[in-house]
Nanobody, 127 residues
Framework: QVQLVESGGGLVQAGGSLRLSCAAP????????MGWFRQAPGKEREFVAA????????LYLDSVKGRFTISRDNAKNTAYLDMNSLKPEDTAVYYC????????????????????WGQGTQVTVSS
């Protein structure tokens, strides 16, 4: 089973920044878009952002637009989520995932479409 490995979570004050990384050791996801989801306690898992192989298609949750930036470095088999102007409501476990490019981008916000997942990294934003 392919493993995605997230890192970069932590505790930050409101208004601060964090960069999450998602590595895919030994695997090139050339046929997959990469996505980020988050899950806060007692809530459903929520789509945050996704990016295709070339970076030509990028999607964001409305509430993170202008604050979060998704990117990927295909040479390093790594995806990133740069989070700025963090708010307490951004507190959650963040997961990266991979979805086949055969799935239309309009369905990339659906977690059930994703084939591979990481274990998650905690992001806590204090007020």
């Amino acid at each position: 089973q392919v493993q995605l490995v997230e890192s970069g979570g932590g505790l930050v004050q409101a208004g601060g920044s964090l960069r999450l990384s998602c590595a895919a050791p030994g695997r090139t996801f050339s046929t997959h878009a990469m996505g980020w989801f988050r899950q806060a306690p007692g809530k459903e898992r929520e789509f945050v952002a996704a990016i295709n192989w070339s970076g030509g298609i990028i999607l964001y949750l409305d509430s993170v637009k202008g604050r979060f930036t998704i990117s990927r470095d295909n040479a390093k088999n790594t995806a990133y989520l740069d989070m700025n102007s963090l708010k307490p409501e951004d507190t959650a476990v963040y997961y990266c995932a991979a979805v086949s490019l055969a799935v239309p981008s309009r369905r990339w916000s659906d977690s059930h479409e994703y084939d591979y997942w990481g274990q998650g990294t905690q992001v806590t934003v204090s007020s």
